[in-house]
T-cell receptor, first 111, second 116 residues
Framework: TQLLEQSPQFLSIQEGENLTVYCNSSSVFSSLQWYRQEPGEGPVLLVTVVTGGEVKKLKRLTFQFGDARKDSSLHITAAQPGDTGLYLCAGAADSNYQLIWGAGTKLIIKP | EAQVTQNPRYLITVTGKKLTVTCSQNMNHEYMSWYRQDPGLGLRQIYYSMNVEVTDKGDVPEGYKVSRKEKRNFPLILESPSPNQTSLYFC???????????????FGPGTRLTVL
């Protein structure tokens, strides 16, 4: 069974601080996605990474796909209250048609 | 506007009373899926459909049924709901589910179901 472990599960920091969220697996994924979910809404895609070692930037958010395509990280620089939400990673394997989801990281940025 | 719609958004029902949650997408997507979201457990897939008339079980299919008679619609049916099916449910669609950039999941707004 493929698993994606996210850490930390919960993070509460002050505005302006930096943070990193991790998504780890023992399985290889053909691509990995990061979503953000706000209260009362469905998750919304932030980024898809497909190449080992790939780094993508979305304003203050930096996403990295591990060289072996087994893990990924999300780094937020100078976090703002608008970054508050649940961050989910999801991996796609070529062998089936299901996405494997992490349990999520609940992020709270205090003003 | 490209979107996935779900109805109802909120539902309180009693044990054993059959219910249907509707899901519709207007993006001509091949792939549709139902998830439930519970605190600490993340998103767990209930059923998915790769195309019309093609459905398959996800990780937690017990107690649920689905149908895909039209490309745009993918209703979730609870024949005899039980309290352990109290949860937040999401419908999602994507262009396909090959690895890569075409499998972005577009989610509906969610249906909060309470079974008493």
């Amino acid at each position: 069974t493929q698993l994606l472990e996210q850490s930390p599960q919960f993070l509460s920091i002050q505005e302006g601080e930096n943070l990193t969220v991790y998504c780890n697996s023992s399985s290889v994924f053909s691509s990995l996605q990061w979503y953000r979910q706000e209260p009362g809404e469905g998750p919304v895609l932030l980024v898809t990474v497909v190449t080992g070692g790939e780094v993508k930037k979305l304003k203050r958010l930096t996403f990295q796909f591990g060289d072996a395509r087994k893990d990924s990280s999300l780094h937020i620089t100078a976090a703002q209250p608008g970054d508050t939400g649940l961050y989910l990673c999801a991996g796609a394997a070529d062998s089936n048609y299901q996405l494997i989801w992490g349990a999520g990281t609940k992020l709270i940025i205090k003003p | 506007e490209a979107q996935v719609t779900q109805n109802p958004r909120y539902l309180i029902t009693v044990t054993g009373k059959k219910l249907t949650v509707t899901c519709s997408q207007n993006m001509n997507h091949e792939y549709m899926s139902w998830y439930r979201q519970d605190p600490g457990l993340g998103l767990r897939q209930i059923y998915y459909s790769m195309n019309v008339e093609v459905t398959d079980k996800g990780d937690v299919p017990e107690g649920y049924k689905v149908s895909r008679k039209e490309k745009r619609n993918f209703p979730l049916i609870l024949e005899s709901p039980s309290p352990n099916q109290t949860s937040l449910y999401f419908c999602a669609s994507s262009l396909d589910l090959g690895g890569g950039i075409y499998n972005e999941q577009f989610f509906g707004p969610g249906t909060r179901l309470t079974v008493l």
